[in-house]
């Protein structure tokens, strides 16, 4: 079986750590091409996939289309909607790191071209696989909450100060994919939607207290089911909160520490042929508590290489992708909707409110 082709556009952090990584541990998918004018990251490319070709302009890749089989999208994201749709018109398949683009128009518009050109594409919504969410479905599906009534989860980090490199994440204005809103947010968001569906209201508090982009918010939704969603992202976290408390009428469950899957591919290592790949310790598992009685839940394996393994099949069999990109654009709308929210200081009606359909 011949493996499949990819180009990995943009080889920072998300390039480099984890779409190359994951793209060269799955069976029968291989980085072919790395794009970036970065001459010290063209070497760090060069070593880590000695068989790829290293070039220094995407239009390398898309005038090259057919020596490819899918795109990833990994350049900053003020780029995101340029870069694919140039690999759409091109006719590949493409993996967009989350997100899909700084607005829902945008995003909206990028999917409608997908689909009237017949081309697959899918973003890069990897924190969908998580020990913490894996688990938190396992104990939902298996009623151990009961009806939840709250959702609270937080990415929240401690950097005080702007780095003195002042990358495009923590300076750019939110139109050219700058923010933690757009960075950690998207993250947040999906989740939130993936477990309890469509947002029909929500409030906002967005702050820029760094001097550059906006480094700490907190949302509340209100899904159409009933749940509410409690979430924070910040950079400005000295004393983080649990990862996840998730409240419900029989029981709460409560789990302290960020998945280690980040971490794992930051230090090296690699999925292909690490038994222990996702997989949790016992002093990193949550808890689930009632009243007094406190008791630990194994974690389930914490699983990003599904995303992949997931595009491989799309590609060859013409199954669902790993992501549909509908839902994306239903969490950029979300996002914008936060955004109308800080800025009035009022409790705005999402899509959701209006068209009635999960994602």
């Given amino acids: 079986m011949a493996q499949l082709r990819g180009a990995v556009i943009g080889y920072g952090l998300a390039g480099s750590v984890f779409h190359a990584p994951l793209i060269a541990s799955t069976p029968g998918l291989a980085v072919s091409t790395v794009v970036t004018g ?26 090259r289309a057919s020596a490819h089989d899918f795109v990833v999208v990994a350049a900053p994201n003020e780029v995101h909607v340029e ?36 081309v697959l594409i899918t973003v890069f919504m990897n924190r969908r696989w998580d020990s913490d969410q894996l688990t938190l479905r396992r104990l939902l599906e298996n009623r151990k909450l009961g ?25 750019s204005a939110p139109e050219a994919g700058g923010g933690v809103l757009l960075d950690l947010g998207s993250h947040l968001v999906d989740q939130a939607i993936v477990l309890f569906g469509a947002v029909v209201r929500i409030y906002a ?4 207290r760094r001097g550059g982009a906006d480094d700490d918010a907190f949302l509340a939704l209100e ?21 996840l408390r998730v409240l419900g009428d029989r029981a709460a469950y409560v789990i302290n520490d960020v998945d280690g899957q980040e971490d794992a591919l930051r230090s090296g290592a690699r999925p292909s042929g690490d038994e ?10 949550g808890r689930l508590i009632i009243e007094e009685r406190s008791e630990a839940v194994a974690g389930e394996r914490g699983n990003w290489p599904r995303f992949y393994i997931g595009l491989e099949r799309a590609l060859r069999e013409g199954s669902q992708a790993p992501v549909d990109p509908w839902e994306a654009v239903a969490g950029l709308e979300v996002l914008d ?8 200081a009022a409790v705005v009606a999402t899509s959701g409110a209006e068209t009635g359909g999960d994602p």
Avoid: C, M
């Fill in 38 to 63: 970065n001459p010290q990251r063209q070497a760090e490319a060069r070593r880590a996939h000695p068989e790829s070709q290293v070039v220094s302009d995407p239009a390398e890749v898309f005038e």
């Fill in 83 to 118: 870069l694919t749709r140039r690999a759409l018109d091109a006719g590949l398949p493409v993996v967009v790191d989350k997100p899909l683009a700084p607005t829902a128009v945008d995003a909206r518009l990028l999917v409608e071209q997908a689909e009237r050109l017949g």
């Fill in 147 to 171: 009806e939840v009534i709250r959702y609270e989860s937080r990415l929240e980090r401690w950097r005080p100060a702007l780095s003195e490199r002042k990358p495009w994440r923590e300076v």
């Fill in 205 to 208: 508090e967005l702050e820029s």
């Fill in 223 to 243: 899904h159409r089911s009933g749940v509410r969603s409690h979430l924070w992202a910040s950079l400005l976290a000295a004393a983080p909160g649990p990862r």
């Fill in 276 to 285: 222990g790949w996702g997989i949790e310790p016992p002093e990193r598992w």
């Fill in 337 to 344: 909707a936060a955004r109308r929210s800080a800025a009035t």
